[in-house]
């Protein structure tokens, strides 16, 4: 396969350089030059200045014309092969002169133009050898049939290499169009990964941040005059900030390296779920943890997700809903899990569009769950979350 910066790359091969067009037909020029006064000797026939060298010559300077002319080409090194035979100033050959043009007209995809102008030639040498040489029917036949078995041989093998080439046209052209599949496929995970980090950054975060916020005012409203409750409202804030950063090694440690045979993610779990009521507890609120059903058959991604979406809405709940209590339920079913975190609490109006509610519900459609939030009946504030559980 030739490529367009000057290399020929076949499949299972590195690519190697190719010859430019301009050497390569200077190259079959050469080439005929030489050749065609070597076929006439070996051949029989006499090699003179003005017979068979200056044919091999007048076809040489042809063929400097075959990449823009290939047609154009054949047919004038036919006809001249034809005219020196004619002229008795060449011996031998119909055909085989000019092969190289027979060659090139075939390459270039006009076969009907070369088997249309052999046939032509080799009826014309028929007729010649027959009427004005006056040879003996079993001599023309001879003659002639081993020049059209020539041609078919030219024909032939030129139609195999452009069959082969277009073949391996087509092999580099798949191999490409599977490459360039690849990257985007490679890019789409990408994207989806940079995703994923941005949302696992902003839970933990933004968690961290609401419980110690609370700490930190507690302790600010303290210091003066219970010293004792703002030092303690301050190791509680040290602490959280302590397991945020422990969550947060863990987190880059998984992106680093997300499939380490033998060695269990470090990710939050449905387990977790105990820490985090008991952590949000430690701010003021009441939080009620309720589970029904076996969560150890629950997926590790919904299992994370669950997890996400519990702490998303607690620290809703810490930042803005101004509630005393809050209700986390959880149901584990053969077929789905379901999460509900109420609060009796006042809901925000930006609370519905915030980034961390727009990203619990990429998170659970991406899994094929919904997601629904909204104020309940009696005051309050709910976010519901069904997640299915594939088996």
Known sequence: MVEAGGTMAYPGTA???????????GLLAAAT???VPAGVAL????VTVAGALALAQTLAALLLLRTRWPVGTLLASVATVAAYRAAGLVDVGWIWPATVAFAGAVLAGRVGWALATGVSALAFATSWEANVAGRAPESVAV?????????AVVVAAALAYANRRRWQDEVAARVRQARHEQELAAGRRRAEERVRIARE???VVSHTLAVVGVHLNVALDAVDSAPNEARD??????????????DLGALVGVLRDDSTPGVESPLPRLDGVTDLVERVRGVGLRVTLEESGDRSAVPTPVALAVYRVVQEALTNVVRHARAGRAVVALRYAPTRVTVEVCDDGTATPGATVGHGLAGMRDRVEALGGTLTTGPVDGGGFEVSAVLPVAR
């Open 43 to 46: 051949a029989g026939g006499r």
């Open 233 to 246: 409202a301050l190791r509680l804030a040290q602490d959280v900030r302590g397991r945020a950063m422990a």
């Open 33 to 35: 030059a030489v050749g």
């Open 201 to 203: 950054l902003h839970d």
């Open 143 to 151: 003659a002639v049939g081993g020049e059209a078995l020539w041609l």
């Open 15 to 25: 690519a190697r350089p190719a010859l430019p067009g301009w050497a390569l037909t």
